[in-house]
């Protein structure tokens, strides 16, 4: 069955570095979204992409952070300057038809130190 | 914005046993409701979905049925076993472009044996 795959499972970083979250969709997929969790919490959307640009982002989506389908295939978060509560999991998620099933892959640990 | 809410945060029922979770919507408009499963360190698995033109679906020991008067949805699991042990979450979707998913807070199931 086809899934979406994230890189790295966990990364540890210091805070006010960069970091980059890599995914790649489910490969039909045209619609695609990052979300995160924090620990013991429940999912909070972050950002969906569409056309190569962003359709819809939420309140935590600030300018620290950005999204790119760099080649076709991957999808990546960056958040630029990494800060103690940015520590989550992050998910990416794919859906290949506006309001359909999204799929979402295993996560990226984030933590920030 | 959408609010969701899900209860209980926490259940634990025999095995055999049947057990039911209960999500509230605060948006009219919206016609789209998945259930997640997410077990320890993984990402949400979809299980069941509903769009607010039935009022009930099954899928074998799952069913989820759709109260769009009263803005709620529930998730049914009947002859629980060990395996269904995870966290639940219900989520809400207006639909269209690149759709967000509002996320309840969760529900532990605990099957014992």
């Known amino acids: 069955e086809p899934e979406v795959t994230q890189t790295p499972s966990h990364q540890v970083t210091q805070m006010g570095q960069e970091v980059i979250l890599r995914c790649v969709p489910i490969s039909n997929h045209l619609y695609f979204y990052w979300y995160r969790q924090i620990l013991g919490q429940k999912v909070e959307f972050l950002v969906s992409f569409y056309n190569n640009e962003i359709s819809e982002k939420s309140e935590i989506f600030d300018d620290q952070f950005s999204v790119e389908r760099p080649d076709g295939s991957n999808f990546t978060l960056k958040i630029r300057s990494t800060k103690l509560e940015d520590s989550a999991m992050y998910f990416c998620?794919?859906?290949?038809?506006?309001?359909?099933?999204?799929?979402f892959g295993e996560g990226s640990w984030l933590t920030v130190v | 914005g959408e609010n969701v809410e899900q209860h209980p945060s926490t259940l634990s029922v025999q095995e055999g046993d049947s057990a039911v979770i209960k999500c509230t919507y605060s948006d009219s408009a919206s016609n789209y409701f998945p259930w997640y499963k997410q077990e320890l360190g993984k990402g949400p698995q979809l299980i069941i979905d509903?769009?607010?033109?039935?009022g009930e679906k099954k899928d074998q020991r799952i069913a989820v049925t759709l109260n769009k008067t009263a803005k709620h949805f529930s998730l049914h699991i009947t002859e629980t076993q060990p395996e269904d042990s995870a966290v639940y979450f219900c989520?809400?979707?207006?639909?269209?472009?690149?759709?967000?998913?509002?996320f309840g807070t969760g529900t532990r199931l605990q099957v014992t044996l």
């Open positions: 998620a794919s859906s290949a038809i506006s309001g359909n099933t999204i799929y």
């Open positions: 989520a809400a979707s207006r639909g269209g472009t690149a759709s967000k998913l509002t």
């Open positions: 509903i769009r607010s033109n039935v």
